[in-house]
């Protein structure tokens, strides 16, 4: 018999991944997926429509995607009912800070009570003893931060609408552990990226711009904290912590993280020597501006093919390639995060694979490819 697991937001970044890993490990993966205008799933037709499995099975035979929303409790019960999971990952999110601030209501049916939703169905359904649930909880739980690194035991100060919303789920999910003996577990993820990540976090929007403006399609790119620093890792490292959570003999919170720091300047940084370019950084606050030595701006439109190592094929000129602009900027910034990943390597056998500059690269070199 196949496991059988059920991830809501198997659409994003991380539910593809997940996707990926479990398929490969021979689960059965059923899907919650929202209905949208037009067809979402292509990062999960990229990242598992190629698997090919050793008992000549196929994909149809083993990927279930189920129409529901995790603001829709009965949605939810039923979907649990019937496919009687033996592991639930929940990541459904709205899952971006800034947009919290602007939609903290919907921000917290989702995240909040979306998670309650999942537990209580468990419980509704008589899965207690046999599911074992995982909360995608999140380093914004320590927003200003009270001790650095992070571990499993630093008071909690978020500091947004999403932030506070993934408190309330984290909390439910021990709840329920302590209440009911339901094997649910958190695992506390600081930044996990990859050349999968929605384009409006800031690790994705750079790598799409350094491509742009490598290509002349773009003349700069707008950011906000330049001096924000995050603990960022590679969604494909993390999740196998997410599976092997859910596999050790006992429910529990877990921080999951690399261990490093870096600066979005910094990050900008790489992706632009990525390329073959330094920026020069100039100025302050406001009026920061990176200045480098790029292909000039293209009016038509077409990518003029730029490659790391083709620099010289291209003219060039000296310009402003990144600027601040302060609608980038949060009502309250998590200015520093850096996670200890220690009790995830005991216990776990668990460690970030990917180094900081292999993530930027990789990212850089997906960015590249996908402008054509
Ligand atoms: P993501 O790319 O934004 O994916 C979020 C997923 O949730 C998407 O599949 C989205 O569906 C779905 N979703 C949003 N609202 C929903 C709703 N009302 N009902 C059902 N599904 C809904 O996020 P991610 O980076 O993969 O992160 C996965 C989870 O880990 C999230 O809970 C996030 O908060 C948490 N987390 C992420 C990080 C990180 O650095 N990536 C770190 C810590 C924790 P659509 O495709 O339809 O939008
Ligand atoms: N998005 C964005 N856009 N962020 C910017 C920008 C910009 O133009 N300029 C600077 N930043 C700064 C933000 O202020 C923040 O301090 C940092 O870059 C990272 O922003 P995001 O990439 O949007 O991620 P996040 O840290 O706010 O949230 C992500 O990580 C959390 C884990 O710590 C999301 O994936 C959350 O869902 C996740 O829980």
Redesign the pocket.
């Known amino acids: 018999m196949r496991k059988k697991s059920f991830i ?8 593809a991944y997940l996707s990926h890993l479990l398929l490969s490990k021979g689960y059965e993966v059923h899907g ?1 997926m ?1 209905r ?1 205008s037009q067809f ?1 799933t292509a990062r999960l037709q990229e990242l598992c429509g190629n698997l090919e499995f050793s008992d000549g099975g196929s994909l149809e035979d083993r990927l279930f995607l189920h129409y529901g ?3 829709d409790s009965l949605n939810i019960t039923t979907l649990i009912e019937e496919i009687q999971p033996d592991e639930i990952y929940n ?5 971006h800070v800034k947009v919290s601030f602007e939609m903290p209501v919907y921000t917290s049916d ?1 995240d909040a009570l979306g998670t309650l939703r999942i537990l209580e169905a468990v419980r509704q359904a008589k899965l207690t003893g046999k599911t074992h649930v995982y909360q ?1 909880s ?2 914004e739980l320590f927003g200003k931060v009270q001790e650095t690194p992070q571990t499993e035991t630093t008071p909690f100060h978020p500091r947004s609408p999403y932030g506070v919303a993934k408190l309330f789920a984290y909390w439910m999910t021990v709840n329920y552990r302590e209440s009911y003996g339901m094997f649910a577990s958190n695992g506390i ?1 600081f ?2 990226e990859s050349p999968f990540r ?1 384009e409006t976090f800031v690790t994705r929007k750079i790598t799409l711009a350094a491509a742009r403006i490598m290509n002349g399609l773009q003349d700069r790119l707008e950011l906000g904290n330049l001096d924000a620093r995050r603990d960022w890792g590679h ?1 494909r490292d993390f999740v196998e912590a997410m599976w092997r959570i859910l596999q050790h003999d006992e429910p529990g919170d877990f921080i999951i993280a690399t261990g490093e720091q870096h600066s979005v300047r910094e990050f900008v940084t790489l992706a632009f020597e990525h390329c073959g370019v330094s920026i020069r950084w100039e100025g302050s606050g406001l009026n920061e501006v990176g200045i480098a030595r790029v292909p000039v701006l293209k009016h038509d439109g077409i990518p003029n093919g730029f490659q790391p190592g083709k620099f010289d094929e291209f003219p060039t000129e000296e310009r402003v390639v990144v600027a601040v602009n302060p609608d980038f900027f949060r009502p309250a910034e998590v200015e520093t995060l850096l996670g200890n990943a220690a009790k995830a390597q005991e216990v776990l056998g668990w460690r970030a694979e990917t180094t900081f500059p292999q993530l930027v690269s990789e990212m850089m070199s997906y960015d590249l490819k996908k402008i054509y």
């Open positions: 809501t937001g198997i659409t994003g970044q991380d539910g919650l929202r949208t979402n929303d995790s603001t990541l459904a999110a709205q899952s989702v995608a999140t380093s993820l930044n996990h929605g969604a």
